[in-house]
């Protein structure tokens, strides 16, 4: 918790978005339309998809389909596999066919990923997301004013555009761009070219108070903007279930979820700040040795409620209302909807949240 923070100044959160996932929510693609429209009518902002198993931008085709009011948006889409002009076009087209309701988050991916699964040489990925970031606005304003394509980065240079390939002007030709960050470079590069940034679960609120938004406020700075545009975004780790019961198991699998966190390097920084470093050498060290069931005794008690929000559906809305309210500006939450009585309880604890 953040001390510093006095109940009485927390505000409402703006903006919740359940973070739709066909597997975890026992959809398959062809159903994917029907969870995205009872998320609409649970009064969320917006449906969020991940790019894991599946193309974030085919199911939100299937999502914007079948829906007329709900936001509509990836979290995240890879940015580096895909070319600039690639993504222009995917984000354009459901742009098109959500009437203005989509938003583009995408991520950098990390070293092994970008050279192993994608093929492909490894730059300093936040001077490389600010070019991506860039040249793919260049390309949206030649389809939108007709003005010339001519972008050049050290990154990217692009200089063509012809009719077959131009899909014109669009009714909602703002597309928001939302960057996933945790480090102070690529938190200083989305608060300069991005509309919102997109925070790892394992940030802290300190961390995010301490690291996330001064960062964020001098990339924004330097494009002549305030830390208030941007939109600062979080999927915490929750842990929630109906009674103490069944959550003291939920919270089980929340502390392994927080201790694989705990040993990748890349997530070290949002630790430290809390003075266990050591605790994330020894981590990585049983990681390595894949010695699981020990990873997990490493991740104590104050540790797990530090990075993660533990509670019954009874409580849970309050304690991510107390908990961020003040600091961030939307937030990923759900619970299994069912029946109607889930329906009513998960409406229940998004009130709650919002405060």
Aim: charged share 20%; hydrophobic share 45%.
């Amino acid at each position: 918790m953040i001390s510093a923070v006095k109940p009485e100044t927390l505000l409402p959160l703006g903006k919740l978005d359940p973070g739709l996932r066909a597997p975890e929510i026992g959809l398959d693609i062809a159903r994917f339309g029907e969870g995205a429209a009872v998320v609409e009518s649970l009064g969320y902002e917006t449906v969020l998809v991940e790019e894991t198993k599946d193309d974030p931008y085919q199911l939100l085709a299937l999502g914007a389909a079948a829906t007329s009011t709900v936001g509509i948006g990836t979290s995240v889409a890879m940015a580096f596999p895909r070319s600039p002009t690639i993504t222009a076009m995917s984000a354009w087209s459901l742009q098109k066919l959500s009437g203005g309701r989509f938003t583009l988050g995408l991520g950098s991916q990390v070293r092994g990923h970008v050279r192993r699964r994608f093929g492909m040489e490894w730059h300093a990925p936040a001077p490389w997301m600010r070019d991506y970031v860039q040249a793919m606005r260049a390309v949206w304003n030649n389809w939108q004013t007709g003005e010339t394509l001519a972008f050049e980065s050290e990154h990217y240079n692009l200089s063509l555009m012809v009719p077959l390939f131009d899909p014109g002007p669009i009714e909602h030709p703002h597309i928001p761009v939302h960057i996933a960050a945790i480090g102070p470079n690529m938190c200083a590069v989305a608060g300069e070219v991005a509309d919102g940034v997109r925070l790892h679960p394992v940030c802290t609120p300190k961390f995010i108070v301490e690291e996330v938004r001064p960062a964020v406020e001098r990339g924004a700075a330097r494009a002549g903007k305030t830390l208030a545009e941007v939109e600062i975004c979080l999927k915490p780790l929750i842990g929630s279930a109906p009674d103490e019961a069944t959550l003291a198991t939920v919270a089980e699998t929340v502390r392994a979820r927080a201790a694989f966190y705990l040993s990748t390097p890349a997530y070290r920084r949002a630790w430290e700040i809390h003075d266990w470093g050591d605790q994330a050498d020894k981590a990585a060290a049983l990681s390595k040795a894949q010695r699981w069931e020990e990873l997990v005794l490493v991740v104590d008690d104050e540790m797990l409620h530090s990075v993660a929000t533990i509670g019954t559906y009874d409580t849970i809305g309050a304690q991510l209302h107390q908990r961020y309210g003040a600091i961030i500006d939307r937030i990923e939450f759900s619970i299994p909807v069912n029946n109607p009585d889930d329906h009513a309880r998960l409406t229940s604890i998004l009130r709650e949240v919002r405060g």
